[in-house]
């Protein structure tokens, strides 16, 4: 069964507005993933958050973690059209990056 | 940083013929590789693990006969879909893990895919 679930499904905005992307999971996780699909290729490590962690930051990404709500939220700041997409999170019980359980994944269509 | 090469990116074959594909760390050693399978707009479902010299670790659900799984070196993986049928079509991904040089980081890196259409 899908561990991350991922809201919205689809997502559409105007080039240099922010996107807030959520997802969701069931168990407890040494770390969370966020990754970038364009359409028909592999997948792009964006960011990983360990459980210890609250916020992180990477250029425009802003990721945060809520251990309590089993959440995690990433923000994309001044959005760009390359940056239509779909996204993932994805969760790590272990930390060895093994066994990554990936949600269903969000699309997100920046308008120029 | 580190690259993993997957080939073919796409292929079509007929039914009841096998179809290998490749999975490469091209500049790091790779101890275990995972195989994963994407239908449309659906999510990544994990379909084994490969560890370097060892059998794979397969999935519930996934039939090792079918999808048959060779991870003969350090920087190789193959998955073969034995007698492919229409019903096998979809989006295979590969991700290596490994450290790449520099890095000092046991870090997960995917391919590009391969898009496998069964006629």
């Known amino acids: 069964s899908q561990q991350g679930e991922e809201d919205p499904q689809a997502l559409s905005i105007q080039e240099g507005e922010n996107a807030t992307m959520n997802c969701s999971y069931k168990?407890?996780?040494?770390?969370l993933q966020w990754y970038r699909q364009n359409s028909g290729r592999g997948l792009v490590h964006l960011i990983l958050?360990?459980?210890?962690?609250r916020e992180k930051h990477s250029g425009r990404l802003r990721v945060t973690l809520d251990t309590s709500k089993k959440s995690s939220s990433l923000l994309i700041t001044a959005s760009r059209a390359a940056d239509t997409a779909s996204y993932f999170c994805?969760?790590?019980?272990?930390?060895?990056?093994?066994?990554?359980?990936f949600g269903k994944g969000i699309t997100l269509s920046v308008r120029p | 940083g580190a690259v993993v090469s997957q080939h073919p990116s796409w292929v079509i074959c007929k039914s009841g013929t096998s179809v290998k594909i490749e999975c490469r760390s091209l500049d790091f050693q790779a101890t275990t590789m995972f195989w994963y399978r994407q239908f449309p707009k659906q999510s990544l479902m994990l379909m084994a693990t490969s560890n370097e010299g060892s059998k794979a670790t397969y999935e519930q659900g996934v039939e090792k006969d079918k999808f048959l799984i060779n991870h003969a070196s350090l920087t190789l993986s193959t998955l073969t879909v034995t007698s492919a049928h229409p019903e096998d079509s979809s989006f295979y991904i590969c991700?290596?893990?490994?450290?790449?040089?520099?890095?000092?980081?046991?870090?997960?890196?995917f391919g590009a895919g391969s898009r496998l259409t069964v006629l």
């Open positions: 958050i360990r459980s210890n962690e």
């Open positions: 994805a969760t790590d019980l272990t930390g060895a990056n093994s066994k990554l359980t």
């Open positions: 991700s290596a893990r490994g450290v790449p040089p520099g890095s000092g980081a046991n870090v997960l890196t």
């Open positions: 168990t407890s996780i040494n770390n």
